[in-house]
């Protein structure tokens, strides 16, 4: 299956970024755990050029913990600052004052001997769509945020949240597509939820997504389902019908809805923790 698809509206997520980077000391910018390389545009890199950066591994809840690891080491090596969050309950949020300050340490210094002391930091936060980014502004400002208002020579609309005398955040996160260089790239954004349903098979779509997980992961779709062999993913989604009582009129598997209940499964956390692709794995 062709998971490519392009959205028309990323080229104005873009502008934006470009518009108001000048303002960014540190770039916050959200993975998602389960696809830590896919999930991202490698694009930041050129935009972020001399920010201060943190990478969070997003609905860390969501994947493997052994991976979350293996990746935070990865992005560590590479130079970035780097925190395992779930946004949506605040787990790993507690953490960002202090990797904020580390991360924008040098920056800090270099206005300190300037002569600016009481200025804060200014954030953005990045990511792909659906990675999570608002769920974690609200998370990490919580309730104690005020707005402080548009500043001059940014872009008009544009607001600052303050989130403490150290640090404000612009309100709007910067939306970056990610890149499908890769064809692999589509397929696991596919699977994670980020590419619209309505344009991918079903079927399609669960038999890769089985063959993609079931040497690594294949205990946890056998206990949940209650099923033997993986070896032929047509039949464990027949098998997954069955045992979901998915049967159409006449007692047959109804081999769609096993595969949208399967998928569902995954990007719920049901099925168990599962990361789909690891650091140095041939991608
Ligand atoms: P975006 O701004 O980057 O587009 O993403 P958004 O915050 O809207 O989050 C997309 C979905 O991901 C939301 O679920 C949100 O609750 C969920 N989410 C965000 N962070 C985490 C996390 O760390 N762990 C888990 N498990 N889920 C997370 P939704 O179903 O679309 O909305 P809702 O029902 O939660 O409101």
Redesign the pocket.
């Known amino acids: 299956m062709n998971y490519q698809w392009y959205p028309g509206h990323m080229t104005k997520a873009m502008r934006m970024m470009q518009e108001n980077i000048q303002w960014i000391d540190l770039i916050i910018e959200l993975v998602d755990a389960r696809v830590p390389l896919s999930s991202r545009n490698p694009d930041i890199d050129t935009l972020g050029k001399g920010k201060s950066r943190i990478i969070l591994l997003?609905?860390?809840?969501?994947a493997d913990e052994a991976a979350n690891q293996a990746w935070m080491d990865f992005y560590r090596r590479k130079g970035f600052h780097v925190l395992e969050?779930?946004?949506?309950s605040g787990q790993g949020v507690g953490k960002m004052n202090g990797l904020v300050q580390e991360a924008c340490r040098d920056k800090i210094e270099r206005n300190k001997k300037r002569g600016i002391v009481n200025r804060p930091m200014r954030a953005m936060v990045v990511?792909i769509?659906?990675?999570?980014?608002?769920?974690f502004i609200n998370s990490f400002a919580g309730k104690a945020c005020t707005k402080t208002g548009n500043k001059p020579g940014v872009t008009k609309g544009k607001q600052w949240i303050r989130l403490n005398k150290n640090l404000e955040l612009l309100d709007t996160?910067g939306v970056l597509w990610p890149k499908f260089e890769d064809p692999r790239t589509g397929m696991l954004l596919a699977f994670i939820g980020s590419i619209n349903d309505d344009i991918l098979i079903s079927e399609e779509l669960a038999v890769d997504f089985l063959r993609s997980v079931s040497g690594r992961y294949g205990s946890l779709i056998q206990q949940r389902y209650g099923i033997g062999s993986l070896e032929n993913p047509a039949t464990v989604l027949e098998e997954i019908a069955l045992r979901k009582c998915l049967v159409r009129k006449g007692g047959e598997p109804d081999i769609n809805r096993a595969s949208q209940l399967l998928m569902e499964d995954y990007r719920s956390?049901k099925l168990g923790r599962i990361t789909l692709e690891w650091p140095g794995e041939d991608q």
């Open positions: 997003n609905k860390a809840d969501l969050v779930n946004a949506r990511g769509p659906n990675v999570g980014k608002s769920t996160p956390g």
